[in-house]
């Protein structure tokens, strides 16, 4: 058994997670939480279970909340003697493997002892993850959230702040701007986390976005505090409008691919207690599901029995989750490739495609720190690599990439079939499906905490229903539900079904968007495909291809074919034989491109 501090307040056994409901004994058993091992007053611990409206035998009401305290752990086979009566007050015992911010502590202080950079980033993700949600949500106690959650959620951000440093200083910047972009809104006063976004944006070519986050956080800083930004934001600022290069980055690292999870040189031994390699590829936070898919990757890549390299492909429709599904398996598979781990971006910033000599320079630049580096190809020879290429666009860009070595193995992500490179070198072929039922709710579950998801099981899955299963329609509104505690889910339903797809978007990230990721999906393909999506996707029902040739206006044997391109790029699903199937949220952004488009759809 173990407490759960860092959100949620709740108590769990392995997997199973029992979230407490607000009352005295909570608002007591967080008061001795967060001072670990350490007395904690009579006259304080009133306050946090009463406030300042305490009773008049409020010392006697605390014995008995203990009591209570006392039997709610014997319920779920906690020792009643982890709570000591001391002079004074009382005390609760707690390390790192029953209390997550003993845990959380201890990684960040193991963290700062090393001298290897990316150790230390791995300790302070691994940190990080303990966080699970809002802090101390079903905690009542004002006193607690006056007094605590400002000093617990400021030991956060200094971890935050120190990872994005880390990650700015390996030239990470693309990878760094999803989580800067949130913590960014979520704490707008906090001028490091806008100076690291305003950094990671220019780094990547981005000076306008740059600009205009320099611009946001002087309105919020002159607005709600009268002050001007300070003097590091105002000197990037001024080198951004310059056009300066910023200078040489801190530790030197390939920008643009993700991750090198051991050079060809030996590593050196992982932080101690961790049983982690060197700057290991962390887990995806709040991943769900997937898990047949997950097992049979895994089966595939870590086989004993395969004479060669494998190859896994997972493809499918956009935002279905395919990058997330490859870097949990590649976390998850990190031991059996000591060799190193790296993650390849096969598209530019602007989605158009790396060609093979640009992604060979970028694979050797993330293997060796030098993209004009001679020797072997990655993954050749005896080398033990797992190589992760995302987003491929066609067989030939990646083919030339692949490993040859009997212990390297290759996972790509695509949004096209890639039959070509399939039937050239075998494979393991994944072609993902929206979320079953119950891993929607679970996502939600996860994402939002069980008990707001419990308190209205319907009005979940009619969300879940509403956003199609899509893994990333489900994530963006779950975020917006999470920003917003107040707000019902059965009126998040309402509220998204007026107009569909263009509210599962996020106002803060352009890219959290459902229309955008289709969007870019679309302006991928050839004009006349994507002319015959949206066209396809104003006919009701089940697609035949005599009915397709008609809504497209062309011979019948055109029309087959245009249907086999779109199921080949994740936009159809079925066939042949027919009939076509077109999923409801990419039909309703199908229409609502034809109506922005002024083309004349089937009703």
């Not at 790192?96 to 502590?105: I, S």
């Not at 617990?152 to 693309?174: K, N, S, V």
């Not at 595939?300 to 429709?317: E, F, I, K, Q």
């Not at 899509?470 to 079904?497: E, K, S």
Request: aromatic share 4%.
């Amino acid at each position: 058994m173990r407490f759960q501090l860092l959100g949620p307040l709740s108590i769990a056994d392995g997997q199973e997670v029992v979230v407490l409901q607000p009352s005295k004994p909570t608002n007591l058993l967080a008061a001795l939480l967060v001072h670990p091992n350490s007395m904690v007053s009579t006259g304080y611990l009133q306050r946090a279970v009463w406030g300042e409206d305490q009773p008049v035998t409020a010392k006697a009401a605390l014995h008995t909340c203990v009591l209570r305290l006392r039997r709610i752990f014997a319920k779920y086979g906690i020792a009643t003697n982890v709570i000591d009566a001391v002079p004074g007050g009382y005390r609760i015992r707690a390390d790192a493997e029953t209390l997550d911010l003993v845990r959380f502590r201890e990684l960040v202080q193991e963290g700062h002892a090393v001298a290897d950079p990316e150790s230390e980033l791995y300790l302070l993700k691994e940190a990080l993850a303990l966080w699970h949600g809002p802090l101390l949500a079903n905690v009542a106690s004002q006193t607690l959230r006056r007094d605590e959650v400002p000093r617990l959620t400021e030991e956060r951000l200094r971890a935050i702040e120190r990872a994005c440093d880390i990650e700015l200083a390996f030239g990470r910047c693309r990878q760094l701007l999803v989580g800067l972009w949130e913590v960014v809104r979520n704490y707008p006063g906090h001028e490091r986390f806008s100076e690291q976004l305003m950094e990671a944006l220019y780094r990547t070519g981005r000076q306008t976005e740059a600009l205009a986050e320099y611009r946001q956080v002087k309105n919020y800083l002159r607005e709600e505090l009268g002050i001007d930004p300070g003097p590091a934001l105002q000197k990037l600022e001024l080198a951004i409008l310059r056009g300066e290069d910023l200078g040489p980055l801190a530790v030197e690292a390939p920008s643009g691919p993700v991750a090198l999870t051991g050079p060809p040189a030996p590593a050196p031994a992982p932080p101690s207690g961790t049983g982690a390699q060197r700057a290991a590829l962390p887990a995806i936070p709040g991943f769900t599901g997937r898990a047949a898919d997950t097992a049979a990757i895994t089966a595939r890549l870590t086989s004993a029995d395969r004479p060669g390299p494998a190859l896994v492909l997972v493809c499918g429709a956009p935002g279905i989750g395919k990058t997330a599904l490859a870097l949990q398996v590649a976390h998850q598979v990190q031991k059996r490739f000591p060799d190193g781990q790296l993650v390849l971006p096969m598209t530019h910033p602007d989605g158009t495609a790396l060609t093979s000599e640009e992604a060979a320079r970028k694979l050797r630049g993330l293997w060796t720190g030098d993209e004009d580096a001679a020797g072997p190809p990655v993954g050749s020879g005896e080398q033990r690599v797992l190589l992760v290429f995302d987003d491929v666009v066609s067989s030939k860009q990646v083919r030339p990439l692949l490993p040859t070595g009997p212990g390297s193995s290759a996972v790509i992500t695509s949004q096209r079939g890639l039959a070509g490179l399939v039937a050239t070198h075998g494979g393991l072929v994944h072609r993902l499906g929206v979320f079953q039922d119950e891993e929607s709710y679970q996502l939600l579950c996860d994402i939002l905490g069980p008990e707001r998801v419990e308190a209205e099981p319907d009005a979940a899955r009619a969300l879940a229903a509403v956003c199609g299963h899509f893994p990333i329609a489900l994530r963006i509104v779950a975020a917006r539900l999470l920003t917003r505690p107040r707000l019902g889910i059965a009126d998040c339903v309402d509220w998204l079904a007026q107009d569909l797809p263009t509210r599962l978007s996020l106002a803060d990230d352009p890219r959290m968007s459902v229309p955008s990721v289709f969007g870019r999906a679309l302006g991928r393909l050839d004009p006349r495909l994507g002319e015959a999506f949206v066209r396809l996707g104003g006919a009701s029902g089940r697609l035949r291809v005599e009915d397709s040739a008609a809504v497209l206006g062309v011979p019948r044997e055109e029309a087959e074919e245009l249907l086999e391109r779109l199921v080949d790029v994740g936009l159809l699903e079925e066939g042949p034989p027919e009939p076509y199937l077109m999923h409801d949220l990419l039909r309703a952004y199908a229409r609502r491109s034809a109506q922005h488009r002024g083309t004349t759809v089937l009703t």
